[in-house]
């Protein structure tokens, strides 16, 4: 019973951290954009939504691949932050290296195409970036 009281309580901390990273995160990713993330989704803005989701869904993959691999909180944590500071990068990369297409401009207008596109990259470099750390 002893090792079960702990296993919860190590799982509440792990989700009390993911959350933390999800809000900071969900923060960072906001202010990179140009366009408002909450006013487009609740425009019904499914580009939008699509994005910002595989932006928590990238963090979330990250965290877990962390904590798969260490059992330090502060771990966790630190890694979690590089993990939004390289998702924000590759933001940046991603927009500078397609100049014809002005991302923030497309997700704004709802262009699904964009969004999948950016999903895929935000998701493939993020299981790269947990097996890196793991």
Same mark, same amino acid.
């Given at each position: 019973m002893e090792k079960l009281g702990m296993n919860l309580v190590n799982v509440a901390v792990g989700i009390g951290i993911l959350l933390v990273v999800l809000i900071v995160g969900y923060f960072a990713f906001s202010k990179l954009t140009r &366009?408002?993330?909450s006013e487009e989704m609740a425009?019904?803005?499914e580009a939008a939504g699509m994005y910002m989701g595989s932006k928590l869904l990238g963090l979330c993959i990250i965290v877990g691949m962390v904590s798969f691999s260490t059992h330090a909180?502060?771990?966790m944590l630190l890694w979690s932050a590089i993990g939004i500071i390289i998702l924000c990068l590759? &933001?940046?990369i991603f927009d500078f290296l397609t100049p014809k297409i002005r991302v923030c401009d497309e997700i704004a207008r709802g262009n699904m195409a964009v969004a999948q596109v950016?999903?895929?990259v935000i998701i493939?470099?993020?299981i790269v970036i947990g097996t890196f750390l793991m």
């Open positions: &366009y408002n993330d425009k019904g803005n909180w502060l771990d590759v &933001y940046i950016l999903r895929s493939g470099v993020s």
